[in-house]
Nanobody, 122 residues
Framework: QVQLVESGGGLVQAGGSLRLSCAAS????????MGWFRQAPGKEREFVAA????????LYADSVKGRFTISRDNAKTTVYLQMNSLKPEDTAVYYC???????????????WGQGAQVTVSS
């Protein structure tokens, strides 16, 4: 069982930056693939980024590549999402999630946080 708690959301102007954090419980954190997803009003939940258990291999959606960076600190059982050059279309609730397999598909992730609102004003 893994419990996830996101923090760091908020309101920012276009072009600004935010860093989301996701603190995980459990001793087996380093064995999980960690992912970030987002869901805007009226839209389906979409993949943003994922990172392997070791932290060596990241994966990004095309829409955020070059602007967002995913990282993790296994000693602190925390995964981060650094978001730069934010755009109004990045506005959404952002969720972190844990999976036992390498995947960008939401159904592959068994554990989810409660979500953090990110709002980018134009």
């Amino acid at each position: 069982q893994v419990q996830l708690v996101e923090s760091g959301g908020g309101l920012v102007q276009a072009g600004g930056s935010l860093r989301l954090s996701c603190a995980a419980s459990g001793r087996t954190f380093s064995t999980y693939v960690m992912g970030w997803f987002r869901q805007a009003p009226g839209k389906e939940r979409e993949f943003v980024a994922a990172i392997t258990g070791s932290g060596r291999t990241p994966l990004y959606a095309d829409s955020v590549k070059g602007r967002f960076t995913i990282s993790r600190d296994n000693a602190k059982t925390t995964v981060y999402l650094q978001m730069n050059s934010l755009k109004p279309e990045d506005t959404a609730v952002y969720y972190c999630a844990a999976s036992s397999v390498w995947s960008s598909r939401p159904p592959s992730y068994a554990y989810w946080g409660q979500g953090a609102q990110v709002t980018v004003s134009s």
